[in-house]
């Protein structure tokens, strides 16, 4: 394990599943996420904001089998999300993606996907450098001093999503289930995709 592979580990929280159960069950055959997973099998990191999801569904987490089938939230992505394998995501629902050629975040509200490191000792040291801007670190932490320890599954959604100009002021900000948070920005991302700048759309919370 490298370094900042094992500083991550280090200051991340206790695993949500017990790590015996990794190599069988992680669907995903990349050997230093495989070790990763050996060594902590689904955890949180700075606060809460970072949630690497394990490899089964627990009260704290989705597994990450769940959550990468098509009909829990990809669906309502309509092909944007289809060829993601996401195995983390940030305090926003942003998704952290593997993939051969490294680690992407996908934006739940455009359905952009961008790389962000070549691997996951790249994505460790970015996350331990920056990890205000790669986990939304500083809004969760506020966030949870204002109103408690965010639930289990839940992430924080904008009522105005950023992409449209919402802010990250926690009045505009609420606590909503992971799936419920990615099928409502799906069905943003699906009416903003490829359109001009100025465009019309509508957005409300599905309930």
Same mark, same amino acid.
């Given at each position: 394990?490298?370094?900042?592979?094992?500083?991550?580990?280090?200051?991340?929280?206790?695993?949500?599943?017990?790590?015996?159960?990794?190599?069988?069950?992680?669907?995903?055959?990349?050997?230093?996420?495989?070790?990763?997973?050996?060594?902590?099998?689904?955890?949180? &990191?700075?606060?809460?904001?970072?949630r690497v999801f394990p490899t089964e569904t627990i009260e704290?987490?989705? /597994?990450?089998?769940?959550?990468?089938?098509?009909?829990?939230?990809?669906?309502?992505?309509?092909?944007? &999300?289809?060829?993601?394998?996401?195995?983390?995501?940030?305090?926003?629902?942003? @998704?952290?993606?593997?993939?051969?050629? /490294?680690?992407?975040?996908?934006?739940?509200?455009?359905? &952009?996907?961008?790389?962000?490191?070549?691997?996951?000792?790249?994505?460790?040291?970015?996350?331990?450098?920056?990890?205000?801007?790669?986990?939304?670190?500083?809004?969760?932490?506020?966030?949870? &001093?204002?109103? /408690?320890?965010?639930?289990?599954?839940?992430?924080?959604?904008?009522? @105005?999503?950023?992409?449209?100009?919402?802010?990250?002021?926690?009045?505009?900000?609420?606590?909503?289930?992971?799936?419920?948070l990615m099928k409502n920005m799906g069905n943003l991302a699906?009416?903003?995709?490829?359109?001009?700048?100025?465009? @019309?759309?509508?957005?409300?919370?599905?309930?």
């Amino acid at each position: 394990m490298t370094e900042p592979l094992t500083k991550l580990l280090e200051i991340a929280s206790v695993p949500f599943c017990p790590s015996a159960m990794a190599d069988r069950r992680s669907g995903y055959s990349w050997p230093v996420w495989q070790k990763l997973l050996s060594q902590k099998n689904g955890f949180f &990191a700075f606060e809460s904001a970072l949630r690497v999801f394990p490899t089964e569904t627990i009260e704290l987490s989705w /597994g990450i089998g769940e959550w990468n089938g098509p009909s829990l939230w990809k669906d309502d992505y309509c092909g944007l &999300a289809d060829n993601l394998y996401c195995f983390a995501e940030d305090a926003f629902g942003g @998704q952290f993606c593997i993939s051969e050629t /490294g680690v992407s975040r996908f934006d739940p509200e455009s359905g &952009a996907l961008k790389q962000v490191a070549d691997d996951l000792d790249g994505w460790a040291s970015r996350l331990l450098s920056d990890c205000d801007g790669m986990t939304g670190y500083g809004t969760a932490h506020a966030w949870q &001093a204002a109103n /408690g320890s965010l639930p289990p599954r839940c992430r924080l959604m904008p009522k @105005q999503p950023f992409v449209v100009g919402g802010t990250s002021e926690l009045a505009n900000l609420v606590a909503i289930d992971s799936v419920r948070l990615m099928k409502n920005m799906g069905n943003l991302a699906r009416q903003i995709h490829d359109l001009p700048d100025g465009s @019309q759309i509508k957005f409300e919370i599905l309930h």
